[in-house]
Every structure is written in structure tokens, then in C-alpha cells.
């Protein structure tokens, strides 16, 4: 029985990854950006994407590069499995759109905003590589969309909570919460990453990371930051 389910899904990961890499390719033509497959994540031939998913173990799958809408960007498949002492492990795989922004003010602050798709062992890693991280209380977005309040927690220096108001606009965290519940957004500097945890590659799901990823660029680059 455990070889017919071992079967059974081996060939539901062959199906997936198959799937994966003709939704990509499409995808990839669609818009005119170059497809690579599978790359060294450290290579000097490609550029690495970074923000809070990128370890020393991840692998990286379905590269592409290119500018969409006068944005260079890049939009791949990341893999890991994320371990803690006294964790439980955990497997991720994201779906990551990482786009070359051009602040109109001061380089942005390292803020994240997490829907609440990642468990204690990825933030115990992510506090350890990222320690000037903490949470922005809730309390700090009363008026603003309720969903946003429910589903998203917010990270940043204490030193950067002053800017957010400037970057987190009720219009913003509206169109955030109403919207893209099912993605992870990050920022620093001048890069934004777009995440989707655990998605299937499709179209569908494809077209919806684009649309999120371009128009929060457009929206940070219009705000005086």
C-alpha cells in the first residue's frame, strides 16, 4: 500500500512540475521575459532574488527575466525546507515576483507584510537572519480595512514605524486586504517582493502576482516617501 501511495504521488509531483514549466514558459512569452528553468541560485550568471525566503539551501526553479510595464522584475519558483531546533520542520514553496523599484524619495525601509501563511519555525529563521525585525501592533492601523487588521501582520525596525504611514496607506492596506489575502508582500530599499506560499502554477494565479506585484510598485513610487 505505502508503494502505490508513493506511485501515485510521484506522479502527481511529475504532473505538477510539468504543469509548472508550460505555465511558465506561456507566461514567460506572454509578456516577452526570458525563461531559464532551473538555475544556481548563487551563480554569477543570474541574478540572485533575495528577501526573507532566500537561505543557503533553497532551490530555485522556473527563472524569468525581463520588464513588464517599465519594471525590471524577475519571477521564479522557490523551494526549502525551513528547520528550528525544537521545530518541527517545514517544506515551503513559493511562487516569488521580485521587481526593481525607483523610489520617488528616500530608499524604503525593510518592511514585511505577511498574511499569516508561514509558521513559528520559518519566523524563528527569519528573526535570526533579519533581527532588527519586529511586529507592528495592530493598533498602530485602527481606521484602517478591517481585513487588512484580521488577516495581515506587519514587520519593521522600530526605528522605520514613523515612515509607514507614508508607505502603508489607508488606500494601500484597503486595496491589500480586500484583494490579495493569499500573498505576502515585501520591501526594502528599492526592490519589492511579491510572494504566494504554497500555490499552484498556474494562469490564473500567475496573472494575479503580476497584477499585485505592479501595481503596489506603481503605488510605493507615487506616495512621498
Avoid at 134 to 163: C, K, L, M
Wanted: net charge positive.
Amino acid at each position: 500500500m505505502n508503494l502505490k501511495i508513493q506511485k501515485i504521488n510521484h506522479r502527481l509531483n511529475l504532473a505538477r512540475m510539468v504543469g509548472a514549466r508550460i505555465s511558465m514558459r506561456r507566461f514567460a512569452n506572454r509578456y516577452g521575459l526570458v525563461y531559464f528553468g532551473g538555475v544556481d541560485s548563487y551563480s554569477e550568471d543570474h541574478k540572485l532574488v533575495q528577501g526573507m525566503t532566500a537561505s543557503a539551501e533553497h532551490l530555485d526553479n522556473h527563472y524569468c527575466i525581463g520588464n513588464v510595464g517599465g519594471y525590471d522584475l524577475i519571477l521564479l519558483e522557490r523551494s526549502d525546507t525551513h528547520k528550528f531546533p525544537g521545530r518541527p520542520s517545514k517544506y515551503y514553496r513559493w511562487i516569488i515576483l521580485q521587481i526593481d523599484l525607483k523610489p520617488a524619495g528616500k530608499p524604503l525601509p525593510h518592511v514585511v507584510i505577511e498574511g499569516r501563511h508561514h509558521d513559528d519555525t520559518f519566523f524563528a529563521n527569519l528573526f535570526i537572519k533579519h533581527a532588527h525585525l519586529r511586529p507592528v501592533h495592530a493598533g498602530f492601523f485602527v481606521g484602517h480595512e478591517p481585513q487588512f487588521i484580521n488577516h495581515f501582520s506587519v514587520y519593521t525596525s522600530p526605528g522605520d514605524v514613523a515612515r509607514l504611514p507614508a508607505i502603508l496607506t489607508p488606500d494601500i492596506t484597503a486595496a491589500i486586504g480586500r484583494h490579495y489575502q493569499r500573498l505576502d508582500f515585501e520591501m526594502s530599499h528599492d526592490t519589492l517582493w511579491v510572494y504566494a506560499s504554497n500555490l499552484v502554477i498556474t494562469k490564473s494565479s500567475l496573472d494575479a502576482i503580476l497584477k499585485a506585484g505592479l501595481w503596489l510598485a506603481g503605488a510605493l513610487e507615487r506616495n512621498p516617501l
